[in-house]
């Protein structure tokens, strides 16, 4: 055989053995998206380097056997890279839209338990940084599907998931007037504790603050932690917009006193519903609860008087 025929030979055998390779490809991502319940994943315009990914654009539908339903349309998406891990992801634009599984085949069981390694590993692929300029939700609500605009940020101070801190900006749909309600939340641990900091700013001022503390205890869940609620001048259309949300009527104009506050503590025992476990029922809760209010005026309570 002749050097130009064994090289001829080696190139068919290279071809042949690309194209198997492609074919198994193929088969197995076909496999995978039929197994994760990928309906589309598209991309446009991806670059690729030693300091990030962009893409341009990027869809994903995806359906389970229960009906649940995630669209997701992200634009102008880059990921930072350091020694090729994800530290800072961007996007300017992100539309979501999720529908929940139907009664009849709701998935059993709760989510996974992660082990502290397996959280660790978690942490280390992803981003330190979130940030999403502009974000559109549509989800499930009392009044059928309702749609919200907002801003989203995380961050993560270290290589490990606490601490870790993130605000959800709102702007409530629906409601007369330009409004801005912002959801701020910050997370560490304290031994095997976790302290969880909340606040609720209502254009831009802080009115709702709540402290938590969440402690594993002889087979238990530990939870302490209390609230505070001061003034409430924005009640008008606030209610109106959690009603939208929640079963409850705000119709018309309502006369609310703006005046006021409120304040709770509490200190409770659950069945330990381990890390991201089945969230145990209210029902076997035990512990003490204490809640004060100072109301210069009467207080409509949905559904109560």
């Known amino acids: 055989m002749t050097r130009a025929r064994r090289l001829l030979l080696v190139c068919a055998s290279l071809i042949g053995l690309l194209i198997i390779a ?16 990928i309906e589309q994943l598209d991309w446009q315009g991806l670059h690729l380097g030693p300091s990030g990914l962009r893409l341009t654009r990027l869809q994903l539908v995806q359906r389970d056997p229960s009906g649940r339903l995630l669209k997701l349309d992200a634009q102008d998406l880059r990921l930072g890279l350091v020694d090729w891990r994800p530290h800072r992801l961007q996007i300017a634009q992100l539309a979501l839209d999720w529908q929940p599984a139907s009664s009849a085949l709701q998935p059993s069981g709760g989510l996974p338990d992660l082990s502290d390694e397996r959280l660790r590993a978690l942490a ?18 009392a009044s059928g599907r309702c749609e919200e605009r907002g801003a989203l940020q995380l961050r993560r101070a270290g290589a490990a998931l606490l601490p870790a801190s993130g605000s959800l900006t709102l702007y409530p749909q629906a409601v007369p007037g330009t409004h801005r309600l912002q959801l701020q939340v910050d997370a560490r641990a304290q031994g095997a504790a976790l302290l969880l900091e909340l606040g609720v700013l209502l254009d831009d001022i802080q009115r709702l603050s709540l402290q938590n503390r969440l402690q594993p205890s002889d087979g238990q869940l530990a939870w302490d932690g209390a609230a ?3 003034q409430l001048p924005e009640a008008e259309w606030l209610l109106p917009w959690l009603c939208r949300w929640a079963e409850c009527q705000a119709q018309g104009r309502l006369d609310l006193p703006g005046e006021m506050h409120l304040g709770a503590a509490w200190a409770l025992r659950l069945p330990d519903p381990r890390l991201l476990g089945q969230l145990p029922g209210w029902q076997s809760a035990t512990g003490d609860l204490r809640l004060s209010a100072d ?9 109560l008087g």
């Open 22 to 37: 492609a074919i198994a490809l193929t088969a197995a991502w076909h496999d995978f998206r039929q197994a994760q319940g």
């Open 124 to 141: 280390s692929w992803l981003p330190k940084q979130v940030e999403i300029a502009s974000l559109q939700l549509e989800l499930p609500c």
């Open 228 to 230: 505070s609620l001061g």
């Open 295 to 303: 109301l210069p005026g009467y207080w409509p309570l949905p559904a």
